[in-house]
């Protein structure tokens, strides 16, 4: 059934099954953990259109991925039949095989540009369609893509698969639910524990015959004492209190405070001491998660003060020649400025951090060298358990709670998964390993119940947006437009659950916004609204309205790519937005007037309860400007980005940048618009955006 060039293993049954489905003609959704092998169903159906003369579509939630299924596909079919669409390539668009973002998709089903050879199409990771954000557009898909295309949905492992089957049924037609509950390498989950004043490290199961050990209980840290009232004491540490001026009972050492945790003998065990431990049982290559850039490069750091070394010569003499393969092409003075002479330093003990703070050369270089097992240790935050394929042994969980982007919350059940499903690795490993560490924050019993929980209900994030409306209205009469909200999985899930949801309602409101500011005429879409239809963007109305207005109109490329930076840019870290300076006057006036403009758009938003636009935010328009008007990497140091962030926010402007040209009424905006993609797409931005093949 299956081309058997490269094949050599055994299908799984789960694998068997999906493509007996496919060979029926029958659509699939497949629920399955990470690393189980669903890429062999998605490459069979990829194998089965291309032996009917039909092309197939791979979609992907992340550029990264994209790329690394590109490269995959390349080797497995030949460099002539597999092509790129990203917002950072374009390789042979046209190629029986084309592998893209979910977003490049959808902006095709809206273009008209999907022809009837498509035969198969591949959405990974598709229960990223809970995203608040991207969700949507896996919805947007499925909805659209014409039905003679056979749809291959690859999902981890949910709960509710049943549902999310039922409703594919429903809107593609006969759709096979697939699952597999069983990890393909076995997990086992320990729990490490560290001595105060010692440096020895206790291990325990966390489970026995899949319940909580009941050893696990001995290390919990005990609740803070409670004084009963009436007690007598005094609530100030003053005379005759018994308490000296440092507030401790004297001569206690001031260890027991009024409401305080009594000290306990335990701790989280030395990062060096467990990773000493793990490396004598033989249970290296570790990923170690740590929920934070700079907690990821102080652990890194930290390791080699304290003296560790994984690797031998000829393998650190390997490092560097993949380092200088990747690196080789960057100007001396961006490699000053990235700190890579530490960064290589860190890689050459074999010790290595990953997160979304370093610029993409960076990290695909320590995915390279983890894959060829040189790298035995990384510190990473949790979007490498979201992003490209780097099993490892063992897995490492530093803290069971995490900064969720507003508060420091627990992890869950699906995020625990999530993260230890990096562990084992098929074909490799027998067993695969889950360390959780000892914690002060959380008690054994909590770290137990993450441990045996698999429950992980997929929750639709689907709701209409301007481009959306617009964008269907363009297509489709208003009733059809407004029916197509009740077939989407929100829609269908409120159903099911007898919830108050009407989409419908919704996406009147959002036409009455768009009417109200003149982009619909009754149901046509004005020739702004038109424009509004092929701005995808989160903020499709903001940006389409400032450029229809003429805001965009007679800026140099450093100007607009400043004042686009204004739509892009999200200020993510607790502390307050800074105070910025724009360097331009006149793009300081145009971002003026754009805000004027929406504090109107608020104002409609409010009257039709619509969720608001959100607010322009200038942080980055400096470097933006900077960056474009062709200063170094170096000098753009100061302006407080990480070098990551800094790529991907020019990036992100970049991106907005080409819709612009694309779309843009008045053709010296879409010129200035080229141009400042040009500017910015340069030395350390344009090199983190290219496709890397290693040499054969």
């Keep these: 059934m299956i081309d058997s060039a490269g094949r050599g293993f055994v299908l799984d049954g789960f694998q068997r099954r999906a493509i007996e489905h496919l060979d029926a003609g029958r659509s699939v959704l497949v629920s399955a953990p990470t690393g189980s092998g669903k890429t062999v169903v998605a490459d069979h159906a990829v194998d089965r259109a291309l032996a009917a003369g039909r092309r197939a579509f791979y979609t992907t939630p992340i550029k990264a991925l994209s790329n690394q299924k590109f490269r995959d596909l390349r080797q497995r079919l030949g460099p ?16 029986d095989v084309v592998v893209m973002t979910t977003e490049v998709l959808r902006n095709m089903l809206y273009a008209g540009a999907v022809s009837e050879q498509l035969g198969a199409v591949v959405l990974d990771e598709v229960h990223y369609l809970e995203d608040p954000y991207r969700g949507p557009v896996w919805e947007e898909v499925i909805l659209h893509l014409p039905s003679s295309v056979v749809l291959v949905c690859l999902s981890a492992t949910v709960s509710n698969h049943e549902q999310l089957g039922g409703w594919l049924k429903q809107v593609r037609g006969p759709t096979a639910v697939v699952v597999e509950a069983r990890r393909p390498v076995p997990l086992t989950n320990l729990y490490a524990v560290g001595r105060r004043r010692s440096d020895a ?61 009594p000290r306990v003998p335990w701790r989280p065990p030395r990062r ?49 020649e993949l380092g200088e393969a990747r690196l080789g092409l960057l100007d001396p003075a961006d490699l000053a400025a990235l700190g890579t ?57 530093d803290k069971p709670v995490k900064y969720d982007g507003q508060r420091t919350a627990p ?24 360390v959780a560490l000892w914690s002060p924050d959380s008690t054994f019993a909590q770290v137990a119940r993450l441990a045996s929980s698999r429950s992980f209900e997929l929750r ?90 003429g805001l965009l109109d007679g800026l140099s490329p450093s100007e607009l790519a400043s004042v686009l ?21 006149t793009a300081y006036r145009r971002l003026r007037r754009i805000g004027v403009a929406l504090d109107s758009l608020h104002r409609a938003e409010r009257n039709f309860g619509v969720e608001p636009t959100r607010p322009l935010e200038t942080g980055f328009g ?24 800094f790529v991907r926010n020019v990036k992100q402007v970049i991106d907005l940048a080409r819709r612009i040209a694309a779309v843009a009424p008045d053709q010296g905006t879409s010129v200035a618009a080229q141009q400042t993609v040009s500017a910015l797409n340069r030395g350390v931005v344009s090199l983190s955006g290219a496709v890397y093949e290693p040499a054969a």
């Design 80 to 95: 002539h039949r597999v092509g790129l669409l990203t917002g950072d390539n374009v390789i042979a668009g046209d190629a």
């Design 201 to 261: 490290v206790q291990i325990l199961p966390t489970l026995l015959d899949g319940r909580p050990n009941p050893e696990g209980g001995r290390f919990d840290a005990p609740t803070p004492a409670r004084e009963p009232r009436g007690s007598g004491r005094s609530r100030r540490g003053g005379p005759g209190s018994g308490r000296s001026r440092r507030g401790g009972p004297r001569g206690s050492g001031g260890s027991k405070h009024r409401g305080q945790r």
């Design 272 to 320: 060096v001491d467990l990773l000493a431990e793990l490396e004598e049982r033989g249970l290296l290559p570790v990923i170690w998660f740590v929920f934070s850039r700079k907690g990821c490069d102080q652990a890194a750091a930290r390791l080699v003060r304290d003296g560790a070394r994984f690797t031998d010569d000829a393998e650190a003499a390997r490092i560097d």
């Design 341 to 397: 002479g530490r960064w290589a330093d860190r890689l050459r003990l074999g010790i290595a951090s990953h997160h979304a703070g370093m610029v993409p050369v960076f990290k695909e270089a320590v995915e390279q060298c983890f894959a060829e097992g040189l790298v035995k240790v990384v510190f990473a935050t949790e979007t490498l358990a979201l992003g490209v394929n780097m099993p490892a042994r063992s897995v490492v969980i």
């Design 411 to 434: 992890l869950s059940a699906a995020q625990y998964t999530q993260f230890t499903g990096r562990a084992g690795r098929r074909g490799i490993d027998r067993e695969g390993w889950a």
């Design 460 to 549: 639709s994030a689907f709701r209409p947006t301007y481009n959306m409306v617009a964008g269907l209205l363009s297509r489709m009469p208003a009733r059809e437009a407004r029916d197509l909200m009740g077939r989407s999985f929100a829609q269908y899930q409120a159903e099911t659950a007898s919830l108050p949801v009407d989409l419908a309602r919704r996406f009147d409101a959002v036409a009455g916004v768009l009417r109200e500011r003149g982009h619909l005429d009754g149901w046509t879409l004005t020739d702004s609204g038109s424009l509004v239809s092929r701005i995808f963007h989160e903020a499709a109305l903001a940006v389409a309205e400032a450029l229809w207005s």
């Design 565 to 585: 930076s204004a739509f892009t840019y999200e200020h993510r870290s607790p502390g307050a937005r800074p105070e910025v300076w724009i360097p331009s006057g």
């Design 622 to 645: 400096p470097a933006a400007h900077r960056w474009a008007a062709g200063e170094s990497f170096e000098a753009l140091q100061e302006e407080g980005f990480s070098a990551g962030d």
